[in-house]
C-alpha cells in the first residue's frame, strides 16, 4: 500500500513540473532554418503494375519528384533501370525512388524482361 502511494506522488510531482520550463530560455537547435526539403514540396506519382504492364508506361517529372511502384499482380516483381532497382515486389508491395538529375530513365521487369517497359522524363 506504501509502495502504491509513493509512486502516486512522484507520478503526480512529475506531471506537474513536466511542463514548467522557459521556452525563451532555451538553446536554439537551428530547427527553424534547415536546408533540407519539405515534404510538402516534393511531389509524388504513382506507378502501377498490373498484368505484367506499368500504367502508366510513359510519365515526364520534375527533378526531386518522388515514383512509387505498387505491384497489383500476384506474380513477384523486380523493376529495374541503369540508376535504380527495387527489392523482389510481392503483391501490394512498393517502391519509391526521387530522380534528381534531368534526363530519361528506361526501366522494365527484371523478373519478366519480355514485357513492357516504361520510361521517365525528369525536366
Known amino acids: 500500500m506504501k509502495n502504491k502511494l509513493l509512486v502516486s506522488i512522484v507520478l503526480i510531482s512529475f506531471l506537474a513540473f513536466s511542463g514548467c520550463t522557459d521556452k525563451e530560455n532555451m ?8 536546408t533540407n526539403v519539405s515534404v510538402d514540396d516534393t511531389k509524388y ?20 519528384d518522388t515514383i512509387r511502384w505498387t ?13 535504380f532497382q527495387s527489392p523482389t515486389l510481392t503483391k501490394d508491395m512498393t517502391f519509391t525512388y526521387t530522380f534528381h538529375e534531368r534526363r530519361t530513365y528506361n ?7 519480355y514485357t513492357q517497359s516504361g520510361t521517365i522524363v525528369v525536366e
Open 71 to 83: 505491384n497489383n499482380d500476384s506474380v513477384p516483381f523486380i523493376v529495374k533501370s541503369s540508376v
Open 27 to 34: 538553446p536554439d537547435t537551428g530547427s527553424n532554418t534547415s
Open 107 to 113: 526501366y522494365y521487369l527484371a523478373t519478366h524482361p
Open 45 to 64: 506519382f504513382e506507378i502501377y503494375i498490373d498484368n505484367y504492364a506499368f500504367h502508366p508506361q510513359s510519365i515526364t517529372i520534375s527533378r526531386g
